[in-house]
């Protein structure tokens, strides 16, 4: 592989890229304008079709599983990675970007030991979980001393990595973008008088989603107003739901549709009326999320979005404008919020048009890409390791 001097080459550090759920990575990766992307993975490529890139390295991917094996035991033992460092050396690597938190944790001495600026940028999971292991404190705190620059996805989140350790001056806030070209905006259409409304909810099906608590929800207004539920995901959580949605009489109300396509998401959007994400910190593990991708599509799709005071979810919904706010793991409050939109359609064209605004004036690619190359023009100016 050969990359020009010019410009500035900027590695990204990803394991396992990408799962179908990381839409928001591919884009920091592929959009940027006066920077060029060098994606390092310990791991094979998956997903090639979703995320086509050309400038991709793995050891795993060009000497076999076990080189990868190889990689990942020497950076955890010996915070050495051969073959990603022999990379860096001969492409003209200027910055490193390490995507989740635990993996700036283990880069953070290659990054050290090549005199180049890391940036990590954290996402939920890294936060509200591997942050907060015992044995992955003193990872953290080298990262902490010697990382350059903590990107967070909201200022809630900025502040837990300041609680962590993370100097309060290196911690950035950086939103999510979207692309708002692939989910246009189209007016909400009400539905018919008999029909029913339409509620759409996406994401894996894990605790933190709280499908169940949105079921249960639903349950208490079944009688009421004709509504369908399309659940667009898959997950380990899918028989429970699929047996709870049974047991609570909902019937054909709920059609699970399983994992779709990006592409099929936002035809599925297309034809909803109302988003909801009932999102709620793991009961067991305790994880959080950060700032879902998916409200920031449904509102440049033009939905009314029905979600959660919770993590940084009120940094990306206006509520009040273009969605409606409640308590995480509040079956009751969340009935009444959907209540109130299923009873009142009139309200459907103002809050899609409001979110719409707001995602295009600040999540549109151009807009957090042009943010993310101010950032690493910053380090490069600044960095000075001794």
Same mark, same amino acid.
């Given at each position: 592989? !050969?990359? !020009? ?13 990408l799962p179908? =759920?990381? !839409?928001?990575? +591919?884009a920091?990766?592929a959009?940027?304008?006066r +920077?060029?992307?060098?994606v ?13 890139f050309e $400038? ?7 000497l &076999?599983?076990w080189?990868?094996?190889?990689e ?6 010996? &915070?050495r990675?051969? +073959? ?7 492409t ?7 995507h989740?938190?635990?993996l700036?944790?283990?880069?953070v ?5 090549? &005199?180049l600026?890391?940036? !990590? =940028?954290? +996402?939920?999971?890294?936060? =509200?979980? $591997?942050?907060?292991?015992?044995a ?10 010697y990382?350059?620059?903590f ?8 502040e ?12 950035v ?38 499908v169940?608590?949105?079921?249960k929800a ?7 107003i ?5 659940i ?24 699970f549709?399983g994992?779709?396509?990006?592409e099929?998401?936002a ?34 799709r033009?939905?009314?979005v ?16 273009? &969605? ?38 600040r999540h549109a690619?151009?807009h957090?890409?042009?943010?993310l ?5 910053e ?6 390791y001794?």
């Open positions: 592989m !050969t990359l !020009t001097e010019t410009p500035i080459t900027v590695a990204h550090i990803k394991d396992q890229f179908r =759920s990381e !839409t928001f990575i +591919y920091q990766v959009q940027l304008k +920077y060029r992307s060098l390092l993975d310990r791991h094979p490529r998956q997903n090639r079709d979703l995320f086509p $400038f991709y390295e793995s050891p795993a991917e060009r &076999g599983r080189a990868g094996w190889i990942r035991l020497s950076l955890r033992a010996l &915070g990675s051969p +073959y990603l460092e022999w990379i860096i050396r001969h003209n690597v200027r910055v490193l970007h390490a989740f938190g635990q700036g944790a283990l880069f001495s290659v990054a050290c030991r090549h &005199g600026p890391l940036i !990590t =940028s954290f +996402y939920g999971m890294d936060v =509200s979980r $591997f942050a907060r292991i015992p992955w404190k003193p990872r953290f705190e080298r990262l902490w001393q990382g350059q620059r990107v967070a996805l909201g200022p809630q989140m900025a837990t990595l300041v609680s962590l350790g993370a100097p309060r001056e290196r911690v806030v950086i939103p999510l973008a979207v692309d708002v070209q692939r989910f246009a905006y189209r007016e909400c259409e009400l539905p018919g008088r008999h029909n029913a409304v339409r509620l759409i909810t996406v994401g894996r099906l894990v605790p933190k989603k709280g169940d608590v949105l079921l639903l349950a208490q207004l079944k009688a009421q004709p509504f369908q539920l399309w667009v995901g898959d997950g380990p959580e899918r028989e429970r739901l699929e047996n709870l949605a049974h047991a609570l009489a909902l019937g054909g109300q709920v059609v549709w994992w779709q396509s990006p099929q998401v035809d599925l959007m297309a034809k909803s009326h109302i988003f909801v994400l009932a999102s709620r910190t793991d009961p067991v593990t305790g994880e959080t999320e950060g700032t879902p991708t998916v409200l920031l599509e449904a509102q440049a033009g939905l009314p029905i979600s959660t005071l919770h993590a940084d979810i009120p940094f990306i919904v206006r509520a009040g404008e273009s &969605g409606i706010l409640v308590p995480e793991n509040d079956a009751e409050a969340l009935a009444e919020a959907l209540e109130t939109l299923l009873k009142h359609p009139e309200r459907w064209g103002d809050m899609g048009r409001a979110g719409r605004k707001f995602v295009e004036e690619i151009p957090v890409i042009a943010r190359e101010d950032l690493y023009d380090v490069l100016a600044t960095v000075n001794v």
